[in-house]
């Protein structure tokens, strides 16, 4: 059965997520801890981290590492692992109920399962082990994804004690497709905050992510309005997908867009790249970019992009 996010156990939230990286230095000031929450309401075409996407724990196969000991087939309760007649394996997934059995009894950690469900005080317990890091280097905790405004209720409360209770540096990492109430509930408990902006166009921004931009437009406004004077920094970041968001036509109004806001925000700007490729094909899934000739973007593209941000009054910065 697949299950959803964000499920009371015994009169505490427990949230779904899918990793915890400790000592990053990306995503925020200084190091930090990232906490990743599972489950997106977009499906942007070149997303790297499908593994985010879906609401339910989801088990993983990456053939490369597999000894073919077959004891996930025999472990399997639903026989949904069939070995072909050359010998490999191949995980029917309309069988799977992402029990995970068979990473249980997988040797060579072939098989991953992605997703757990956890309290707030077990992630604190885990990003309390490095306060002593976040003080030295002004450092903290990252909550991204998957879409963490899509579990608001336990990732406002584990940012509300991370900086309430323990005095730590909060940011997040959101494309604000949310209900407003939300947007203000949790980001409040909010030092920094990256928000993803990937086309201007409505009707373009549905065809290359799934869903509407206007909801997104709209919350980037009100953390503005009514969350900007309290403090804390928002920076915009715009991936650069060559062939699909990286037109002319977009880039100004982008810049049109974020010059509205009056608020002098800063941009960065994120390179396409293909590190996600292979969970695709370890989640039996089609990398939506595979029959497109997309290729990561050199340093030289990224600059000439950045200037025509810079020529239109946009602080392009690098975090």
């Known amino acids: 059965m697949k299950e959803t996010m964000q499920k009371e ?19 925020g000031p200084g190091i930090r801890t990232l906490v990743f929450m599972k489950g997106c309401p977009l499906r942007c075409l070149w997303c790297s981290n499908p593994e985010g996407q879906n609401p339910w724990p989801e088990v993983a196969y990456y053939e490369r590492l597999c000894t073919y000991c077959y004891r996930c087939v025999e472990i399997c309760p639903n026989d949904a692992i069939k070995i072909r007649e050359d010998g490999s394996l191949e995980t029917l997934r309309d069988k799977c109920t992402n029990c995970g059995s068979c990473v249980k009894v997988c040797p060579s950690c072939a098989r991953r399962i992605f997703g757990r469900y956890i309290t707030v005080n077990e992630v604190l317990d885990i990003v309390k082990k490095d306060a002593i890091f976040y003080r ?18 336990f990732v406002k409360e584990l940012l509300r004690r991370a900086k309430e209770v323990y005095g730590i540096h909060t940011v997040i990492e959101t494309c604000a497709y949310t ?13 920094f905050i990256f928000c ?12 290359l992510t799934g869903v509407s931009n206007e909801q997104i437009l709209n919350n980037i406004r009100l953390i503005v309005g009514k969350l900007l004077p309290e403090e804390k920094e928002l920076v915009i970041r715009v991936p650069i997908i060559p062939k699909l ?3 002319l036509e977009n880039l100004l109004g982008i810049a ?14 994120l390179p396409y790249h293909e590190l996600g490729k292979q969970k695709y094909k370890a989640l039996d899934r089609k990398y939506p970019l595979e029959d497109l000739e997309i290729k ?15 020529e239109k009054g946009i602080r392009v910065v690098k975090t």
Do not use: C, W
């Open 256 to 269: 049109e867009f974020i010059k509205s806001l009056d608020k002098n925000i800063k941009v960065e700007l």
């Open 9 to 27: 156990t015994k009169g505490k939230i427990k949230g779904l997520i899918f990793n915890i990286q400790r000592y990053s230095v990306h995503d």
């Open 136 to 153: 030295r280097s002004e450092g903290g905790i990252t909550v991204g994804g998957g879409e963490p405004l899509a579990q608001g209720e």
């Open 179 to 191: 209900r407003p109430n939300v947007v203000m509930s949790v980001l409040k408990y909010v030092d």
């Open 196 to 207: 993803d902006l990937k086309y201007i166009d409505p009707v373009k921004h549905r065809q």
């Open 245 to 247: 968001n990286d037109d």
């Open 296 to 310: 990561p973007p050199s340093k030289e593209y990224i600059e000439k992009v950045k200037r025509v941000l810079v």
